[in-house]
């Protein structure tokens, strides 16, 4: 069976060869949607033409997107790829253990990382989950090699169980969803400028894992709206109903 809608990111690189050897590895593994996100060079060059061989049409129709935000906007599973374990990150998981997200999503990404440096934690925050292909000591893969390799596990998972039909949230929705959070954590003074992002980073990391659908998404938003009007009516009545929780419940982080 074909990886029918899965998209293969790829994040700023920077040679067309890797490229076209990316596209050629999609084809080999029956992916299609080749995705840019700021790329530093021509991915129609002839020498990524060339190295892509029966996969240049995967180049032609290539997208690109100026963010990678922008890039999984309509995607609700994205995975991103690592060499690296970081220390700041949730440890990134070997990628058959994520078989059971592919098969629960109609729309996965891919997100693979420039070739001298990797993702970036800001990129890799975007991602419900990182997998890191298990190697020996040196553990940094040509990027097309890892295209291959781990397009090649969710195939594997894809042809194990039929897609769900269930409508997970797309990452724009979820990204949206976030927005909200941060914004109405700021509001009930939850969390600060200083401690803002790694309470979210956090909060992201434990609401990815549920594997949320468009319609919880919006429950979930409901939620924060009927906090965020609680709270400005008790200001324009000068009243607040009930006690903040202690300062050692909130602080996660
Ligand atoms: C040449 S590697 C970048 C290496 C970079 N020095 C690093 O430490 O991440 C280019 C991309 O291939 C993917 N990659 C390379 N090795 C990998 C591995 N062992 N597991 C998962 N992805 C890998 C990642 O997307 C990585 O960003």
């Given at each position: 069976m074909p990886l029918v809608n899965l998209a293969v990111v790829l994040v700023s690189p920077k040679t067309p060869g890797n490229i076209g050897s990316a596209a050629r590895a999609m084809l080999n593994m029956g992916a299609r949607d080749l995705r840019l996100v700021?790329?530093?060079?021509?991915?129609?060059?002839s020498q990524a033409v060339a190295m892509a061989v029966h996969a240049a049409d995967l180049l032609r129709e290539a997208r690109v997107y100026p963010t990678l935000r922008e890039a999984l906007a309509d995607r609700d599973l994205s995975v991103g790829t690592s060499a690296r374990i970081r220390a700041d990150l949730p440890a990134p998981r070997h990628p058959a253990q994520v078989r059971p997200l592919v098969r629960a999503a109609s729309a996965p990404a891919l997100v693979f990382g420039p070739e001298?440096?990797?993702?970036v934690n800001s990129d890799l925050e975007q991602c419900q989950v990182t997998v890191r292909v298990p190697t020996g000591d040196y553990a940094s893969l040509n990027l097309a090699q890892a295209v291959l390799l781990v397009c090649y596990e969710f195939l594997q998972a894809q042809d194990?169980?039929?897609?769900?039909?269930r409508k997970t949230a797309t990452r724009e929705e979820m990204e949206a969803m976030y927005g909200h959070l941060h914004q109405t954590m700021h509001l009930i003074g939850y969390t600060d400028a200083v401690r803002a992002r790694h309470t979210l980073r956090l909060w992201r990391a434990m609401l990815d894992r549920?594997?949320?659908s468009s319609a919880e998404s919006r429950l979930f938003r409901g939620l924060l709206r009927q906090v965020e009007w609680k709270v400005r009516d008790a200001a324009r009545c000068g009243t607040v109903e009930g006690k903040a929780a202690p300062a050692d419940e909130t602080a996660l982080d």
């Open positions: 700021a790329p530093r060079c021509d991915h129609l060059d001298e440096t990797g993702l194990e169980v039929p897609a769900s039909e549920a594997l949320m």
